[in-house]
Structure formats: C-alpha cells, structure tokens
C-alpha cells in the first residue's frame, strides 16, 4: 500500500516570500502521479499542481513549482511570492498510474500554511 | 460550468439515525469518489464509481456505509445507525474519464457530526 507523509503539521511564511512544504510517498511502483491540493477554510478542496512521475521536468504553475525527487520519493511545493489567499491546508496525494480499481487517491496528514502581512 | 455540489452542507444528527448524503457531481463526469476527512487530517478514500458502477468500496469502514450512483449521475452516500466516529467531513470528488490521468474535482463536503 502507498503511503504519503507530510512532517510540517504547520508553516508560516512572511508575505512575499518564498515557502518550501515537504512531502514524501512510498510505494514500490514505478508510474503514479502526485498532487498538491489546497483546502482554504471554506473547506473546498483546489488542485494546485501535478506531477507525472515518467516526467523528468518539474512542473510549475505560476508561483507555484515542484522538486520532484523519484530516487528520493520526495515532492516537495515551493510557493514564491506569498499572498494572504495562499492561507489554507496544503495536501499531498498520491495516485497510481495502474488505472484499473486503484484511481483513487492517498493524501498526507496536511500542512496548514499561515501568511503573515 | 457548475463545480461538483454537496448537500446538505452541515448534518447533525443522534447517534442510532440514519443520514443520507447527497453529491451532484459535475455534469457528464464518469467517475465518481467518496472520502471521509476527520478532524486535523486527510481525507481517505471510501468508495468508487464509474458510471452507475460501483469499482472499489474497499474504504467504507463498516457495513453501515452503503452508496449508491443509480443513474450514473448523482450519487448518495448513506450511514445508518450512526455512531460518534462517524462525525467527519464527507467529500466528494468526480472526474471527466475513468482509466485516465483526469484531475479529480472537490465539492465542498458535508460536515457530519453525530451527538
């Protein structure tokens, strides 16, 4: 079974700079994707990126990036330029790649990210 | 268009009742997910639809869980004789295709609390 950990319960970050949450997985497969969603206190829960791990390249989306390290299992989200809307939980998930019975997807505990102005 | 709707919204209910929870997932999506998210936590999978299809319960914690997707759309997640460790948040999720890389999309959840 894959497991997902998140060791930074909590995190804060001064507005405008940069924050790294980590995040590490197990499994002993060799294709899956990863995420990290976020879930503001209204309770809906965002995708904010994803990662192939076929791909070698991280992925970045606007302020948001990724250091995707397969040998390491780690993925780590950097968030430059923080805003006080980045203010919520930060899951990781896990999602096998082998589709049939296993799209589900395994989250971590969550890192509750706080901005101060 | 629409995003994945839950209802109700907030559900208190005594312990022994019986509660039905509602997802509407977004229009023309063949997946189908139920997580439970308790308190300080992550959400963890519960069951599975592809179309009217149920493809994994293997998360419903006991046999008082039962969902259901009659018609491929909306979908009920009900609990009966409900017990304290039942209070979570219910979510759902669907996406556009099964057996793909689709993103899953989150409806608000429904916060469960059983007195």
């Known amino acids: 079974a894959q497991t997902v950990t998140q060791s930074q319960p909590e995190m804060s970050v001064q507005e405008a700079e940069t924050v790294t949450l980590s995040c590490t997985y197990d499994?002993?497969?060799?294709?899956?994707?990863l995420f990290w969603y976020k879930q503001p206190p209204s309770r809906q829960m965002i995708l904010v990126i994803r990662?192939?791990?076929?791909?070698?390249q991280n992925a970045t989306e606007n302020r948001f990036s990724v250091n995707f390290q397969k040998a390491a299992k780690s993925f780590s989200l950097k968030i430059s330029d923080s805003q006080l809307g980045d203010a919520a939980m930060y899951f990781c998930a896990y999602r096998s790649a082998n589709y049939f019975g296993n799209e589900k997807l395994t989250f971590g505990t969550g890192t509750r990210l706080t901005i101060i102005p | 268009g629409a995003g994945v709707s839950q209802s109700p919204r907030y559900k208190v209910a005594k312990r022994g009742q019986d509660v039905a929870l509602r997802c509407d997932p977004i229009?023309?999506?063949?997946?189908l997910f139920w997580y439970q998210q308790a308190l300080g936590q992550g959400p963890e999978f519960l069951t599975y639809f592809q179309n009217e299809a149920q493809l994994d319960k293997s998360g419903l914690p006991s046999d008082r869980f039962f969902a259901e997707r009659p018609e491929g759309s909306v979908s009920t997640l009900k609990i009966q004789r409900t017990q304290q460790e039942d209070s979570a948040v219910y979510l759902c999720?669907?996406?556009?295709?099964?057996?793909?890389?689709?993103?899953?999309?989150f409806g608000p959840g429904t916060r469960l609390l059983v007195l």
């Open positions: 990662q192939e791990a076929y791909k070698q």
């Open positions: 999720a669907s996406s556009r295709l099964s057996f793909s890389q689709e993103t899953q999309y």
């Open positions: 229009s023309g999506h063949v997946s």
């Open positions: 499994t002993s497969e060799s294709d899956y994707y």
